[in-house]
């Protein structure tokens, strides 16, 4: 007779043991309890805490937060990964990926550090000396003001990326993983983050907000920027989903279909979004697909010098900008199709 292999954690029949199953069940609870967690220390904590730093102007802890964000990111991806990716999905083009990483930041610096300058040359041009910003309200005011109004020019940044053929060919670049991670995040073209950083930037120096109110409003974003597109199977909660930007609605945006990419544009905040009606509530199904359709994917090479031009070129004759393909969407786009409120990617109020 064979005999029957068995493990520490099963009896002499095969059957799991009691102590296997509780371990199992603890560690089932501690899932379910890291899915409800994690949305809060991404979504309020961290930027918390950068907010904290800005005040005492600890410039080292901000820094030192950036990197906490991106260790916890890391960690939760393996912990409750929304999907495991495939190895050869996960390291292929890698290394556009992690130059994206080294220069984005460089590039978000030197945005910072020169553009502000010529902003307030222009608006001392226009304006002179007038006060445009309530400067005399506290800071735990002006700071939510700022957050809105920055994140209104962003979103109308975003939003006509999706619909320009020009900005879309620099900004699908953003688009073209398969998949989301903390490190795809990084992924922006220099075309691109020019465009939407100087559109965060003009509400600061136009309307002369204090730089404490300033400093505060970037490192919020900057907090944020990973918890969006980061691979976690997250459980926010409708509070969370209805207002900030979390995996379970930034999935949208990043799906293949574009009826249903061309939805929450929002950067930290999805205010914007529900008021001129592009929200999309959670929903999208762990089967559906990710990055460009094919015809995009196509006018799009990988490599990260080959990027940095490639976008300023016209598509291919036949496959202009952000086409609709005309086809209705893939039943397994959504786990609940009444959840999801179609967009449609070129809305009748926009000329062609």
Known sequence: MTAVKRTESQDTFGTPTAAAKEEDMQDTRGREFARRTFPYIFGIGFPALGVIAVIHKAAVAVYLIYALVTATALLAERYIPWVPIPANRRWRNRHTDLAYLATAPLIMLALVTWVPPVLQTVR????????????????????????????????????????????WRSHRVHH???????????????????????????????????????????????????????????????????????????????????????????DVTLVWDRVFRTYNPPGVNKSALMGLPAWERRQLPEGYLKQLYRPLLPDAPRVTGRKSTGEEPAADVVADSSSAELVEPHHPDWPR
Do not use: C
């Open 124 to 167: 001392d041009w226009l304006f002179g000396d007038a006060f445009l910003w309530p400067v005399d309200l506290p800071t735990y005011v002006q700071a939510p003001m700022a957050v809105l109004v920055v994140e209104l020019a962003y979103y109308w940044a975003h939003r006509i990326s999706h619909y320009n053929n020009f900005l």
């Open 176 to 266: 073209s993983p398969e998949g989301l991670d903390w490190l795809m995040s990084w992924r922006i073209q220099w075309l691109n983050e020019v465009i939407h950083m100087t559109a965060r930037l003009i509400p600061f120096a136009m309307l002369g907000m204090p730089a404490h109110v300033t400093a505060i409003v970037l490192v919020i974003s900057n907090t944020h920027a990973l918890f969006p597109h980061a691979n976690i199977d997250t459980k926010s909660g409708r509070f969370l989903n209805g207002f900030l930007n979390t995996p379970e609605v930034h999935r949208w945006h990043h799906l293949q279909d574009l009826r249903y990419a061309n939805s929450n544009f929002g």
